[in-house]
């Protein structure tokens, strides 16, 4: 059974401790001047309220004020459950709407610490409008490039989770509480109650973290620095490659050092790239998505571990890099896949779609993304991933517009030139670099602030292209 939500002011304490400043309500022009008015004449609401007040000690179900967590101030956002159920009403709206407001006149960061029934009934639909309400101030918080951080620290249903919960750039939760739209009283009778908890959401990539009470404060306070630590101007420098190997002869040798089950994979080069990471939510173990820090910069990443991916995993990518550009931090992409997962279960949950989106995402950036190609860089799969003009390859992979085998499969070659195929793709990392596909070969070594330079210089120097050049 779900334990009760920690009171308001304990969940702020945990973060801000007593560095705390709450903020003043001042109901807007047109709201009702007692709080305790029944603006749809429900019997019996101004008792409900006058005895939630008495037993939670505050006078409505959210608490909203200016903390430091970290480093640094952000605007906190705290739910009352004792409070008629922590129950959206016209003044939890206001108060939410004035928050996420005083965050953008502040240029602060929002964390919203949430334990909510969803819409208050006793308000009809002046309780369902606050929905809206919420929502729009969210919007224009996005707009001016603001993180907001979501906490699920007790039962979150209805529109709890359906705005400030799921709507949230990122969503942390404490263990075994109940998150779900639908809420305990409102569900199939049949309904399995394990469905409705953070960590099958978490299972499903809806919750990014699942972090026990005694974490929470460190956890928020590493997102935070992450999310708002200043992006220096440029893009991100592309990682060393981690093995040494003899440049390929053939097409087909390129594929087989792909290929090598001993090569170096992705978590391998996060781990060396990165001092610091926080991870986002993936349904697709194959694809690794989140933020870092790499010499001091918060860098945005999505990784492919040499797997198919699932269209589930190309819009946890989507998400990552539409959040990225939201916050003007640069990406890197690892790109390493055979191809997208193309079976019948894949079709279904619309895979062409999902890699349209991740594809458009990238083109759409309006930061810089550096890809690195560290294995096999397949089809559609791969391209869904890279940087058009900032593509950079290791000296054991391969770029292809099809994996050999199935190139040979297109053009109805016998399976015995697969080989001789290889070669006719052009897919060596030195083919790549010659027609302008890939900038260059990234050297072998531990990074130095220094590389970035060195190989963009490199590649000023380098002779100008040949008309197969592929220009962004």
């Not at 008015?37 to 037993?55: K, T, V």
């Not at 895979?351 to 950036?365: K, L, N, R, T």
């Not at 003009?389 to 290791?394: D, K, Q, S, Y």
Request: charged share 20%; aromatic share 4%.
């Amino acid at each position: 059974m779900t334990e009760p939500a920690a009171p308001a002011r304990a969940l702020v304490a945990a973060l801000a401790g007593d560095r705390f400043t709450e903020l003043p309500y001042r109901p807007t022009a047109g709201h009702l001047a007692a709080e305790g008015d029944e603006p749809i004449g429900w019997p019996g609401y101004g008792a409900a309220r006058s005895l939630a007040a008495r037993r939670s000690g505050e006078s409505e179900a959210v608490v909203c004020g200016i903390g430091r967590v970290g480093g640094g101030d952000a605007v906190l956002i705290a739910f009352e459950f004792r409070f008629l159920g922590g129950t959206i009403g016209r003044a939890v709206g206001e108060r939410i709407a004035g928050a996420l407001i005083t965050a953008r006149e502040l240029s602060l960061p929002v964390v919203s610490l949430i334990a909510s029934g969803g819409s208050r009934v006793q308000e009809g639909m002046f309780a369902l409008a606050q929905l809206q309400r919420i929502a729009t101030q969210l919007v224009r918080l996005r707009a001016v490039g603001l993180p907001h951080l979501a906490v699920l620290a007790g039962p979150v249903t209805g529109g709890g989770w359906a705005t400030l919960g799921a709507g949230a750039d990122v969503r942390i939760a404490l263990p075994g509480v109940q998150v779900g739209f639908a809420g305990a009283r409102v569900r199939p009778r049949d309904a399995d109650p394990a469905a409705y908890t953070a960590e099958a959401q978490a299972a499903i990539g809806q919750v990014d973290e699942l972090v026990p009470p005694e974490d929470l404060g460190p956890v928020v306070a590493r997102w935070l620095s992450l999310l708002t630590t200043p992006a220096a101007a440029g893009p991100a420098s592309p990682p060393r490659a981690l093995r040494a190997v003899p440049p390929p002869e053939t097409g087909w040798a390129a594929v087989e050092l792909a290929r090598d089950p001993g090569r170096p994979r992705a978590e391998a080069y996060l781990r060396a790239y990165f001092t610091e990471r926080a991870p986002l939510a993936s349904p697709d173990p194959g694809l690794l998505c989140g933020f870092g820090r790499h010499q001091g910069r918060t860098v945005a990443y999505v990784a492919q571990c040499g797997t198919a991916n699932t269209p589930a995993g190309f819009r946890a990518a989507t998400r990552l890099m539409r959040l990225a550009d939201r916050l003007s931090v640069p990406v890197l992409t690892l790109v390493d896949t055979p191809g997208a997962a193309n079976g019948a279960e894949a079709e279904r949950d619309g895979v062409g779609p999902a890699i349209a989106e991740s594809i458009m995402a990238v083109a759409a950036a309006t930061i810089p993304v550096t890809t690195l190609i560290i294995g096999e860089g397949g089809s559609g799969g791969a391209v869904a991933l890279t940087s058009p003009g900032r593509t950079w390859v290791t000296p054991d992979s391969y770029y292809s517009v099809v994996a050999p085998e199935l190139a040979a499969a297109i053009v109805k070659r016998d399976p015995e030139q697969v080989r001789a195929m290889a070669d006719q793709l052009r897919l060596r990392p030195s083919d790549l670099v010659e027609l302008g596909v890939a900038r260059g070969i990234v050297p072998v070594g531990r990074p130095n602030t220094g590389d970035f330079m060195a190989l963009e210089s490199a590649v000023g120097r380098r002779s100008r292209r040949s008309d197969a050049r592929i220009d962004p």
